[in-house]
């Protein structure tokens, strides 16, 4: 056998062996705990015996199981609660801000959430508090700007505390890719970073951006107390690039396209906004809203693959995606 070939063959395998025995010592340590969660910063937070600690990916254990409950390591540090109170810890175990809050959330743009006497604020990566427990509730700081809730209505504040986005919404969360989801009367729309509106505000759902587009929907029918929506996706203008007709969120992959579904008999809910259709017809749309795949009979293939094992290719003076998993080649309708 040629050399060359061997040593791609050997590769290869050796590829596909590291991810099949990474997914085995994963599953092994699952079923040791009562609960793991993902790894962050190389560490996932681990429950036995009701009580919480930090393991590494290969199953060592690094922080003892010596708390009440414990959140994730981002920046450095995790936030973890014993008797009641929460505090933060380092890699090291080394408690860096001491237990006093009534709760605290993830380090996120070097800002903390913190709860004290049942009002939200914020403090550093020092434990100092740089903007005072003074909301009802809030959300992390991202992209600069973190959701705050002030007299049941919802704004914006920058890290200096300083209110940029009045509140007056009854729901958001936070920035992603530049734009926010708020609602308002039940219904949702998009502000920008400056708080202008950038849809109006007539949805009855929505996805954040990603990808530069974000998905919205109406509702088309109530069953059985399930909401059957249609949805369409719009981009950073704010502008519907589809019509709202579809079946499921629209979620486009780096390669610029997104599946589709359509049609179909509603047959089940099987999760949260997440319905089972029998007979749907699944296709593929473009950034444009083109459906280049028109919807067939493919939801049991497309199901196995990511959008993102697909790419743009010509063959035969024929454009089209190729799967680049199983070389399957689908032309453009």
Do not use: C
Request: no cysteine.
């Amino acid at each position: 056998m040629n050399r060359y070939l061997t040593i791609v063959m050997f590769m290869f395998v050796s590829v596909i062996s590291y991810f099949v025995n990474a997914d085995d010592k994963i599953g092994a340590l699952k079923s040791k705990y009562k609960y793991m969660g993902p790894f962050y910063e190389g560490l996932a937070t681990v429950q036995l015996d009701n009580k919480w600690g930090f393991v590494d990916e290969n199953g060592k254990i690094i922080i003892s199981f010596e708390y009440d409950n414990a959140g994730s390591f981002t920046e450095g540090l995790a936030s973890v609660e014993r008797n009641n109170k929460w505090g933060f810890i380092d890699k090291s175990g080394r408690v860096i801000i001491s237990f006093k809050y009534e709760y605290a959330g993830d380090f996120s743009d070097g800002l903390a959430k913190v709860q004290l006497n049942d009002k939200y604020g914020f403090i550093n990566r020092d434990g100092k508090v740089v903007i005072l427990t003074q909301y009802k509730n809030a959300h992390s700081f991202y992209g600069g700007f973190a959701a705050v809730e002030l007299d049941s209505k919802w704004g914006f504040i920058n890290k200096n505390g300083k209110i940029v986005i009045d509140a007056k919404y009854d729901d958001t969360h936070g920035f992603i890719e530049g734009f926010a989801y708020v609602k308002l009367n039940d219904k949702f729309g998009f502000i920008n970073e400056k708080g202008v509106e950038i849809t109006e505000i007539k949805y009855d759902n929505v996805y954040s951006f990603h990808n530069g587009f974000a998905s919205v929907a109406i509702i088309s029918g109530i069953t059985n107390y399930t909401i059957n929506y249609r949805w369409g996706f719009i981009n950073k203008d704010g502008k519907e690039i589809t019509k709202l007709k579809y079946n499921r969120p629209i979620s486009f992959g780096k390669n610029g396209f997104a599946y589709i579904s359509i049609g179909g008999t509603l047959t089940k809910e099987v999760g949260f906004d997440q319905l089972d259709y029998s007979d749907e017809l699944y296709g593929v749309i473009d950034y444009n809203g083109k459906e280049v795949i028109f919807p067939k009979q493919l939801g049991s293939y497309f199901k196995g693959f990511n959008i993102d094992d697909f790419k743009k290719v010509n063959i035969n003076k024929k454009e089209g995606l190729l799967n680049t998993r199983d070389n399957k080649f689908f032309p453009f309708d």
